[in-house]
């Protein structure tokens, strides 16, 4: 009685273990996607202290692909990572980029990624027109969740933290905005095929 009673006990655990290692190596490799894209290397941006990088792309691929705990789960670890010392924000920056000017886009990742999951809807690649569709849904996932909603962070933060009024920043960024709409078009491109391929 004892044998069975421990038996079933380290099969469940092992279920647990084997579950929990499934569900923890996306956003782990998504961590690190993000940390490789800021070491990449960055582009300067003419009046603004914020490079252009491919994060944006690694967050909106996140979002596109991940379920939002894995997602948020991903981007938690980015920050913690950068919280903690580790150079793995743009320019090889860590806990000093959290109160720089690049501070609020960094916090803004984790809920533009939350929101990207929860909006893109589940894919459907059984015809031509639902893979349209279902680029459409990400896509626009893509620019609400990796655009609006990482730039309303990231404008109210740079603003506070440099006394320039919103507006100015907001025109600075423009180049940013661009940018990131192109991503968010390569971004649902590429997660609408990988989704296709996995079926």
Do not use: C, N
């Amino acid at each position: 009685m004892q044998t069975s009673h421990t038996t079933a006990s380290t099969t469940v655990t092992g279920s647990l273990a084997r579950r929990a290692l499934a569900a923890s190596w996306k956003p782990v490799l998504f961590a690190v996607l993000l940390w490789l894209s800021a070491a990449a290397g960055e582009i300067p941006i003419p009046g603004t202290p914020v490079p252009i990088t491919l994060q944006t792309f690694v967050v909106m691929l996140a979002g596109l692909m991940l379920t939002w705990r894995q997602a948020g789960s991903a981007l938690a670890l980015y920050i913690a990572a950068g919280a903690i010392g580790l150079p793995v924000f743009a320019g090889g920056a860590s806990t000093m980029a959290l109160v720089g000017p690049s501070a609020g886009f960094i916090f803004g990742f984790l809920p533009g990624v939350v929101a990207i999951a929860l909006l893109r809807g589940k894919a459907d690649t059984s015809s031509a027109a639902r893979v349209a569709l279902t680029f459409g849904r990400y896509l626009f996932a893509a620019i609400i969740g990796g655009v609006a909603v990482v730039y309303a962070f990231g404008f109210l933060v740079q603003s506070a933290l440099t006394g320039a009024p919103i507006a100015a920043v907001a025109l600075a960024s423009m180049g940013f905005v661009a940018g990131d709409a192109v991503k968010a078009v390569v971004a649902a491109l590429a997660a609408a095929g990988l989704t296709k391929l996995s079926r």
